[in-house]
């Protein structure tokens, strides 16, 4: 990971005020003696603290940054995995370079090797932007990566479940922030147990990331060939149908399957049942269309929600804000 002294680098050859870059220090303390919340209190720098805490073959790092910055460079050695806790950033990478704004409830993963500047646009003292990221190390995510090919098959011919190298960034779901924010607890706890708990906490953390590579994989295989199989031919038909009713029957005559093949089909390729991923793109359609402008009300009703009460229970559930709080955080460039 990139230590304070290559963050202070990287801040010079930028020609940032050494009224900055002096403040950045890397405050690495006791953990077994302070609370997190003392730990903030002891701070010693004006712009960032960082507190780091080792595990098996992963290392978490918290950061708490209380001014506004820009350009602020971060590089890996191993896979980064991070998580917003508070506040916004903006991510510009080699794809992106425009920036892509990074919110609580999102994943940033970021490959080894790779490299990103962040923005913070919000940060001050009385509401510092935090993040957490958690470094893991390539060889765990390689065996574990072998233990999947060898559990289950994908329906994608082309994939085998080994880790893809490049940054992803998306929405994950509660299940994952409550796995993150249980991880923070034990890396940060005094706990006879803590190093068994953790392994197992890392070894959930990156099947989930492989999981979700393979179900990228195969929803973009099927955009390419939406009748290459009984499986793309139902995501094809949910896709294309965000505001109808769920209709189990139809899809199953999509499918060619019956209705707990098309179950079991479903958990096993996306994790989850048909009833779920449709909810999940039409919470997504609807962020998108907020993000672009669009009022809470008519994102609601165009996406076959038919109740704005229910849509925002919902909504804020999966993206841990409600929809005029997303939306504030969004646009609020």
């Known amino acids: 990971m990139l230590d304070c002294n290559s963050q202070l680098l990287d801040l010079q050859s930028r020609r940032v005020p050494k ?4 403040t950045i220090k890397d405050t690495t303390m006791q953990i077994e003696k302070l609370s997190l919340a003392k730990r903030r209190e002891k701070r010693q720098l004006l712009v960032e603290n960082k507190l780091r805490f080792a595990g098996p073959d992963s290392e978490l790092s918290i950061y708490d940054t209380y001014r506004a910055a820009k350009g602020v460079g971060l590089a890996a050695d191993q896979l980064l995995f991070c998580g917003m806790v508070s506040g916004r950033k903006v991510m510009h990478d080699l794809h992106h370079q425009q920036g892509q704004l990074f919110l609580p409830h999102e994943s940033y993963v970021l490959p080894p090797g790779d490299y990103v500047e962040i923005d913070f646009p919000d940060a ?37 479940w080994e880790y893809r190298p490049q940054i992803i960034h998306k929405h994950h779901t509660g299940d994952t922030q409550q796995l993150l924010e249980k991880m923070v607890m034990l890396y940060t706890a005094d706990n006879p147990d803590k190093e068994i708990m953790l392994d197992l ?6 099947i989930r990331l492989l999981r979700e590579q393979g179900r990228d994989v195969l929803l973009s295989y099927c955009q390419q060939a939406p009748d290459a199989s009984g499986i793309t031919a139902a995501i094809h038909c949910l896709e294309q149908n965000l505001a109808a009713p769920l209709d189990i029957e139809q899809l199953c005559r999509k499918a060619c ?77």
């Open 257 to 333: 399957m019956s209705r707990s093949r098309l179950y079991v089909e479903f958990k096993k390729q996306l994790g989850c049942t048909p009833g779920e991923f449709q909810q999940q793109l039409r919470l997504k359609s609807a962020a998108e269309a907020i993000q672009a402008g669009k009022s809470v009300t008519d994102a609601c009703y165009s996406f076959g929600f038919n109740d704005l009460s229910h849509f925002s229970r919902r909504f804020t559930r999966f993206f841990g804000c409600a929809p005029s709080a997303y939306r504030q955080k969004t646009t609020n460039n």
């Open 201 to 206: 906490s890392v070894t959930e953390l990156v």
């Open 19 to 22: 009224s900055y870059y002096n």
């Open 124 to 160: 001050n003292e009385s509401a510092p932007t935090t993040c957490l990221t958690i470094e893991i190390s390539k060889d765990r995510i390689d065996s574990l990566s072998e233990r999947m090919r060898d559990l289950t098959t994908l329906e994608i011919v082309d994939h085998s």
